[in-house]
């Protein structure tokens, strides 16, 4: 398995916290991911990296910010949660932006915003 | 908005059976085309994966089906396992990221 760690795996939280949830690699990987999966919608993505500072938005970037100050850190943070955060959250990685370049998923992130 | 859709949204298949999901796509442009499978608690895992310079792609029991000229492009398990029951996303990407289907759930049962 990819050397992907996500955490926490579980969190609760309220209306209105700030959350930081936290994706490291070992792989020395360039390029990183968040995604969310919810129920009928499948994986889509929130934000991604394609370096150290270099960061893009994805499908779903409204209310998330994200940081990578390092190679293997990859921060999402909800600046204000709110109850439709509520989700499991990916991390992903790649060793390149070339398409047949696979992903590897963590094993996720379950938020629950109350 | 680059779209995959993906059939059915649930699949229950006897043992031993044949298992066949379906995936379209809109964006010519797409150039890899990813299977991913995921267990319950667990981050989705690349299955299989084709290119469109080619038909069809077999890799043990799993094999994709791509129509380039009707945009489509189908996961064919054979001989389904009850250890094959799992979420299957369908995506497809030209450079990066992927932009994936809404899943499948298939159910093997003995």
């Known amino acids: 398995d990819a050397g992907i760690t996500q955490s926490p795996r579980h969190k609760v939280t309220e209306t209105g916290t700030p959350v930081t949830l936290r994706c490291h690699q070992t792989?020395?990987?360039?390029?990183m991911y968040w995604y969310r999966q919810d129920p009928g919608h499948g994986l889509r993505l929130i934000h991604y990296?394609?370096?150290?500072?270099?960061?893009d938005k994805g499908e779903v970037s409204d209310g998330y910010s994200v940081s990578r100050s390092k190679t293997e850190d990859f921060l999402l943070t909800l600046e204000s949660a709110t109850s439709s955060q509520t989700s499991v959250y990916f991390c992903a990685i790649s060793e390149s932006d070339r398409s047949n370049q696979p992903q590897h998923f963590g094993d996720g992130t379950r938020l629950s915003i109350l | 908005q680059q779209q995959v859709k993906q059939s059915p949204q649930s699949l229950i298949v006897q043992k031993g059976g044949i298992s066949i999901i379906n995936c379209a796509y809109e964006n010519t442009a797409f150039d890899y085309f990813p299977w991913y499978q995921q267990f319950p608690g667990k981050g989705p895992a690349l299955l299989i994966a084709i290119r469109p310079d080619v038909s069809e792609k077999k890799e043990g029991r799993f094999t994709i089906s791509f129509n380039k000229s009707a945009k489509q492009f189908s996961l064919h398990i054979m001989d389904s396992q009850p250890g094959d029951s799992a979420t299957y996303f369908c995506?497809?990407?030209?450079?990066?990221?992927?932009?994936f289907g809404k899943g499948t759930r298939l159910s093997v049962i003995a």
């Open positions: 990296s394609y370096g150290v500072k270099d960061t």
């Open positions: 995506a497809a990407a030209w450079g990066t990221p992927l932009v």
């Open positions: 792989e020395n990987h360039r390029y």
